[in-house]
């Protein structure tokens, strides 16, 4: 999910420079709604990486690939990174590929152009840097063109509310159970939607209102949409909740770079190893691995929330 998000300012740039261009976007289809309806995007078409597991699935994999000789685009551009990714781009039959000089797994080998990366930026701006070869001027503001989702039936929040997504792949990144219910019961009256996918939990405060897996891609967007503020683990959802509300969102680091992989706006919060400022604040220092927040920090970030909150209706 994030690498597609972070792909989509690079679209919207594709977009803004040739407006008569056609562009396809090969992704898995599990991320097919994020694409779905965007003025820049064309085609999609679906790599069903599930069908290709096994040793059936490479046979099924090489048959797809040869499907792919009839697209023939007059240029291929590799965002991913991986041979795959590489792969597919040499199997659509492009006339150019261009590619990430961060590509790994020797894809850079199919690539005829290489855009130089700096690896320290954020992951937006490192995608960003494929216009550069393209002679296309990087935007100020990246522009992320999402679908406006639908609330999921039964959802009748109407007041100010609070999401909270604790799941996130990745050792060590989920918030426990505790750190939910510390979090939520600092908030009181203030509803907390809980969203994402992952083990349902259990003796969580009255305030909660536990939407885990139970939401579609486009109704998780329209929740976001609605959200007083959301707090978030190091995750996919993270990085949506950035793209549609970034001056509402708080990302919880723990081992990961906030600077690289965390939330891409300089006005988005993060905590990290028990400070919370914005992303602008904070400095080289951050990169290093941390801590998860202990039950006590878990309460300063409900607390953190709730002021910003407050603010937010004042003004």
């Not at 007059?74 to 000089?101: E, F, H, P, V, Y």
């Not at 990745?170 to 939607?193: A, D, H």
């Not at 770079?257 to 190893?273: A, C, T, Y």
């Amino acid at each position: 999910m994030g690498d597609v998000i972070h792909a989509l300012p690079v679209v919207a740039a594709l977009h803004e420079a040739w407006p008569d261009s056609e562009i396809s976007w090969l992704l898995q289809p599990a991320w097919r709604d994020l694409v779905e309806g965007h003025p820049g995007v064309t085609e999609i078409i679906s790599f069903p990486r599930e069908n290709f597991r096994g040793l059936k699935g490479w046979i099924k994999s090489l048959v797809w690939a040869r499907s792919l000789r009839s697209w023939q685009p007059d240029l291929a551009i590799d965002l991913q990174g991986l041979l795959r990714s590489a792969l597919m781009a040499r199997c659509s039959g492009a006339k150019k590929i261009i590619g990430l000089s961060s590509a790994r797994e020797g894809a850079s080998l199919f690539y005829d152009s290489v855009a130089t990366v700096n690896k320290k930026e954020h992951a937006v701006n490192q995608l960003l840097a494929i216009l550069d070869v393209l002679g296309i001027p990087r935007p100020t503001s990246p522009q992320f063109f999402l679908p406006q989702g639908t609330l999921p039936s039964g959802f009748l929040v109407t007041q100010p509310f609070v999401v909270l997504h604790p799941y996130a792949r990745g050792s060590g990144k989920n918030l426990t159970q505790e750190q939910v219910i510390v979090f939520s019961e600092r908030l009181k009256n203030i509803p907390v939607v809980l969203v994402g996918k992952g083990e349902i939990m259990t003796g969580l405060p009255a305030n909660v209102i536990d939407w885990t897996n139970r939401t579609t891609l486009l109704e998780a967007i329209a929740i976001f949409r609605q959200a007083a503020f959301i707090v978030s683990s190091d995750s996919g959802p993270m990085h949506l909740a950035a793209a549609l509300q970034p001056t509402k969102t708080l990302a919880i680091h723990r081992w990961s770079d906030p600077l690289r992989v965390g939330p891409w706006s300089d006005e988005s919060w993060i905590w990290k190893n028990g400070v919370i400022k914005k992303r602008k604040k904070f400095g080289e220092d951050c990169r290093a691995p941390g801590k998860t927040p202990t039950l006590t920090e878990m309460k300063e970030i409900a607390e953190k929330v709730f002021s910003l909150i407050e603010c937010s209706v004042l003004k």
